[in-house]
């Protein structure tokens, strides 16, 4: 499953509502990808076709949403039923990847901004379960990156290893306070959660490193 906790930006964001309501103060500026910062579904899975341990979906597979045709009275909030669908659905957007496979779009928290994995939103159907290449709803999945050089040239992982990406375990979590506090001064987090990001941060790389 998808390991990132997202509970702070959910904290942040009921305190930046309050403070809209009650004090007529903006929120941040919205991260939803658009334009430049957004690929078709398709793009996006063969970005990451070649990491290995990957269980991609089969992009025909997926729920597609089409035009509507709700006959002539639509507009006055009259709908004929069942509607007509177009011969096309609407093209499926997502947001652009890095290098390593995670999302650039949205609020990035440390561990996209300071990974040891690849993470996405998607997370398809055991075939033993029926619906293969569909996708289990809201359940993403984490990919860690190698320990080292030999192990990513062993299992032939284009991504860096965790060794060739950081000098050691100070140096990552250092990284990701920094990551942390832009995110603090932004107001996309609570500055009372910082070091609860290091925390689930320091968790995340000890994992990574024993899993070996």
């Known amino acids: 499953m998808n390991i990132i906790d997202y509970r702070p ?12 309501v009650r004090d007529d103060i903006s929120p941040p500026d919205s991260q939803y990808p658009m334009g430049e910062d957004r690929i078709k579904r398709a793009v996006a899975l ?30 006055k909030g009259i709908g004929k039923m069942p509607p007509v669908l177009a011969a096309q659905p609407y093209p499926c957007w997502v947001s652009s990847l890095d290098k390593d496979g995670n999302e650039t779009g949205g609020i990035a928290m440390p561990d996209i901004a300071v990974p040891v994995a690849t993470h996405t ?13 569909q996708l289990l709803e ?12 030999q192990e990513r040239e062993t299992v032939g992982d284009p991504r860096l290893s965790l060794a060739e990406r950081y000098e050691g375990r100070n140096d990552y979590l250092s990284q990701v306070r920094s990551a942390a506090q832009k995110l603090a001064l932004k107001r ?10 290091v925390e689930i941060a320091a968790a995340r790389y000890d994992i990574c490193l024993e899993r070996r």
């Open 121 to 133: 939103g998607f997370n398809p159907r055991h075939a033993q379960t029926g619906g293969t290449g």
């Open 138 to 149: 809201y359940i993403g999945s984490t990919f860690p990156f190698a320990v080292d050089k």
């Open 188 to 197: 996309y987090i609570l500055t009372d959660d910082i070091d609860l990001c």
């Open 9 to 20: 930006l959910y904290r942040a964001a009921l305190f930046n509502l309050l403070a809209w």
């Open 46 to 75: 063969e970005m990451i076709r070649e990491i290995p341990g990957f269980n991609l979906p089969d992009d025909t597979a997926m729920t597609s949403v089409f035009p509507m045709d709700l006959g002539p009275e639509a507009h």
